[in-house]
């Protein structure tokens, strides 16, 4: 079996380290058996005895105690400031990385890193507020052609108008709840995710819809509204796609899985990961009725990353797609 050493910054720190100690430690007693008084020669003239044996074993068991400290001194703060970049990847309205611990190095980098966040917020804030404009400034012209639609006297022509116009309509309204994600961010709580899919499930039946759930887990703390959203997504691309859904939920130590197995054509294995990205669409037509705008997918998956999870896609064996969600059952910790 092939061994290999984990390539990490502490194990760097402390194989240096404790190579730098050991050398110097075995060049120190060389010197002094050389140049030493003869007192200090071992018995015998023999260095290697059990006397000094038993000693060098303890200073090199005190020379690995300190490299092993030392790399972990030197090495906590790189980790620290890795783990904000990650948790700013998941929340651009992460807390920000203390400026005042660490080496000098470290803290500039800390205050670097806070003012890159601070300035991707500020030109965030910038495009919300162009894009909040934009919509109302749309939304004036769309309820002119409304009301001027309903003067067309052809009924045919009328009713592709309107429907057109109302087309726009959702598909501006769904772009700008896609972009404004992040502004408002929702706050966490202990939400009981089986209730949830319950729910769900419960008012697609209502709707005519075939749908099953099996399984359960524990409560976990998410955000209640974005995980929901998030769901609704799912469900509602299985039941477009195919004549029924089934949902499994399954838990282990760490996180919650929720598969959704519909009972559609599937998708192409190259377009798995294509079809998260905004305005990508496998169906050719237009029409938001049976293609969609794009956008239900990406919303999920953004979703499911801010709550530390994930969505991945898969074709079943015996036909079909599932879609698996997972969500982590502890709360991403603060950076300090």
Known sequence: ????????????????????????????????????????????????????????????????????????????????????????GKNLNSADINETSGPTEVRQASRVFNQMQARLKQQLDERNRFLAAVSHDLRTPLTRLKLRAEKIEQPELRADVQNDINDMAYIIVTTLQYIRGNEQPEESCMLDITALVQSLAEDAREAGDTISVVGNAIPIQIQPISIQRCLSNLIENALRYGESAEILITESDDIVTISIHDTGPGIPEEKLEEVFKPFYRL??????????????????????IKQGGNISLKNAPHGGLIAELTLPKKVNKVIE
Do not use: C, Y
């Open 283 to 304: 169906e050719n037509s237009r029409s938001r009725h049976t293609g969609g705008v794009g956008l239900g997918l990406s919303i999920a998956r953004d979703m499911a």
């Open 1 to 88: 079996m092939k061994f290999s050493v984990p390539n990490s910054l502490f194990v760097r720190f402390f194989i240096l380290l404790f190579v730098t100690f050991s050398i110097s430690f075995f060049a120190s007693r060389e010197i002094i058996f050389l140049f030493g008084p003869e007192q200090t020669a071992a018995p015998e003239g023999n260095p290697w005895n059990s006397f000094l044996l038993n000693d060098m074993l303890i200073l090199m068991a005190a020379v690995g105690l300190t490299s092993w400290v030392a790399a972990i001194w030197l090495s906590k703060p790189i980790k620290r400031l890795a783990e904000a970049a990650e948790e700013l």
